[in-house]
């Protein structure tokens, strides 16, 4: 529990709110061993080879067509869905006593059910720990005078959509997989009531992805063909004995007495379709009880929280106390006023109360001056707490510098000019080694056969990007004087006098320099970088002091542009090898996949 008595959510309690909420080690360590459960069964299986006297042996078995889904479920659906896949593997431990005689498999899949039901347990008790974490920051949601019926809002309820449109049409599989089932058993049963068991051998081995065999009839029989070719589970040996069950008004129908045949996998496709159409309408039946509960309850209390009243469905969920996304709220379609013209965070950020089941997959409403906003979706907590500025609400704001970068703080510490700022030298051998290997490598798997036209294209394209970041790695360097700032990238030169520069400002580690007209400016990012071998102090200079030094020189009143210094741009060195790679690569890729 966080200590204090202010309530809200803030990023500490946030913290321990998400504590062990995402533990994918334990998912992963179930379906490794569900995996082991699936391994063992098949390596114990000592059933033996199938034989005419007990056609079982080989036969279909409708009990297991249909457990063998939850089998699998068990090991899929744990990962999003702990409880469910727990309820299918213990269903499955249990009907596997009744249908495997294999004691490593009944042991194995008792001992996997036992996971799944410990995990749950674990599961659950971490959500009363969270729980347990918000215990102080409840606090009382205040009533608006327009809240006078005791009902805040009705549930519109969800319109049409995939999940529902998905759960009607799993359904519909369901029920098609059973009748095709029930027509291939009656076709079958005729087929078995008019057959009869004939002597023969096999002849020749045809199969190639799965045994196959060209069985040969020991005694000719009238208006049936003497050789059949029937697909197996067992192996056989040239020569040997294969009894032969035919139906004498069917030639096309015949299989092997030992191996009856199996259509009891339409079973399985019907149990698999339903189970997913259960777990998905689960869900939807959960949403319309949870969102009917909190439309006609007037909430007491509930946790502070800042919310973004962004236009989209999906609505951020803040800290009270920092611009970090501590949970993301899917809800209920509604019209809200949050538009173009209301473009910046601080403008969309409104205070809100989470109320029910406020926990990681909780079904929680958001309560706020406007109304109350129902979940059509469970609560997402997000552990790493996701940064969130006006960039990442809209990203044309992404262009703006004034939206991505701070002015120098007026405290900071000016750093001594000359200042050379470069990258360091390990960074400079990685990006020799990317220079060098990128176009190599490309050139050399472009010469593979298996390689086409657009793999190629790709190829180069990569080549190209992973050689213009070792250049900037390799060559890139800025050196501020008390007079310009030359900075060096892959193709360009700049060296932009102090007078030419209309504001600098800061971007975590980078220097943002603002060139141009006020209204036109022109942003060249510097950084970043440490201290480079010209940098001739033992203090390493960061952007704010070098961006601070640079405030200070350049001119309060900028000169006009016909007596100004010009920002100079020429090409960088490094422009050439640029050129050279983008030359070989092209060559290389029309002398491969073009000529």
Do not use: K
Not at 212 to 229: H, I, W
Not at 485 to 509: F, K, M, N, Y
């Amino acid at each position: 529990m966080v200590g204090g008595a202010a309530p809200g959510m803030t990023v500490a309690r946030a913290r321990d709110w998400t504590a062990g909420a995402d533990a994918r080690w334990r998912r992963g360590l179930l379906v490794l061993a569900g995996v082991c459960a699936f391994g063992v069964s098949v390596l114990g299986d000592d059933a033996g080879r199938c034989s005419p006297r007990d056609p079982t042996v080989c036969g279909p078995d409708p009990l297991f067509s249909a457990a063998v889904v939850l089998a699998v479920a068990a090991v899929v659906l744990v990962w999003w869905w702990p409880t469910d896949a727990a309820v299918c593997a213990v269903v499955f431990a249990v009907l596997d006593i009744r249908f495997d005689d294999v004691l490593a498999a009944n042991l194995a899949w008792t001992a996997l059910a036992l996971l799944h039901v410990g995990h749950v347990v674990l599961v659950r008790r971490e959500v009363a720990d969270r729980r347990r974490a918000l215990a102080r920051a409840h606090a009382p949601v205040p009533r608006p005078a327009s809240w006078g019926s005791p009902v805040l809002e009705r549930d519109p309820g969800l319109p049409l959509g995939p999940r529902q449109l998905a759960v009607v049409a799993l359904v519909t599989v369901a029920v098609a997989c059973l009748g095709v089932l029930a027509q291939q058993l009656a076709a079958q049963g005729a087929h078995e009531a008019r057959a009869r068991t004939v002597p023969a051998v096999v002849v020749a081995d045809v199969g190639v992805d799965a045994p196959a065999y060209r069985v040969r009839l020991a005694v000719p029989q009238p208006d049936l063909p003497s050789e059949y070719v029937v697909e197996t589970i067992d192996e056989y040996e040239v020569g040997e004995p294969a009894p032969l069950v035919l139906d004498p008004l069917d030639p096309g129908w015949a299989h092997l007495a030992a191996e009856p045949p199996d259509v009891t996998w339409w079973l399985s496709l019907a149990v698999a379709a339903l189970l997913l159409a259960v777990v998905l309408g689960r869900r939807l039946v959960q949403g319309r009880v949870h969102r009917a509960a909190l439309a006609h309850a007037v909430p007491e209390s509930g946790v502070p929280v800042r919310w973004v009243e962004v236009d989209d469905d999906v609505v951020p969920l803040l800290a009270t106390d920092q611009d970090v996304v501590v949970a993301e709220l899917v809800t209920v379609p509604r019209p809200r006023l949050a538009g173009a013209d209301a473009p910046r965070l601080e403008q969309l950020v409104r205070p809100g109360w989470l109320v029910g089941d406020v926990r990681d997959g909780g079904w929680c409403g958001l309560v706020h001056a406007g109304g109350l906003e129902l979940p059509a979706e469970p609560l997402v907590a997000l552990p790493e707490l996701p940064r969130v500025d006006d960039t990442s609400l809209d990203p044309e704001l992404a262009e703006d510098v004034a939206t991505w970068s701070e002015p120098v703080p007026p405290d900071t510490v000016r750093a001594a000019l000359p200042a050379v700022l470069a990258p360091t030298l390990l960074e400079r051998l990685v990006g020799i080694v990317a220079v060098l290997g990128a176009p190599a490598v490309a050139g050399w798997m472009l010469g593979w056969p298996e390689t086409s036209w657009w793999q190629g294209l790709g190829l180069c394209s990569v080549a190209l990007t992973v050689t213009h970041w070792g250049l900037e790695r390799a060559a890139a360097s800025a050196r501020v004087t008390p007079e310009a700032i030359e900075l060096t990238d892959p193709l360009w030169c700049h060296r932009v006098p102090l007078s030419a520069v209309s504001d600098v400002r800061v971007a975590g580690d980078d220097l943002v320099v603002l060139v141009g007209d006020d209204d036109e400016d022109d942003g060249l990012v510097v950084g970043p970088w440490v201290a480079g071998p010209g940098a001739r102090r033992a203090v390493v200079p960061t952007a704010a002091s070098v961006a601070a030094a640079v405030d200070d020189r350049r001119p309060v009143v900028r000169p006009s542009p016909r007596t100004a210094p010009p920002v100079e741009r020429r090409l960088s060195p490094t422009a050439p090898v640029l050129a050279l790679v983008v030359a070989a690569l092209v060559v290389r890729y029309v002398a491969v996949l073009v000529l």
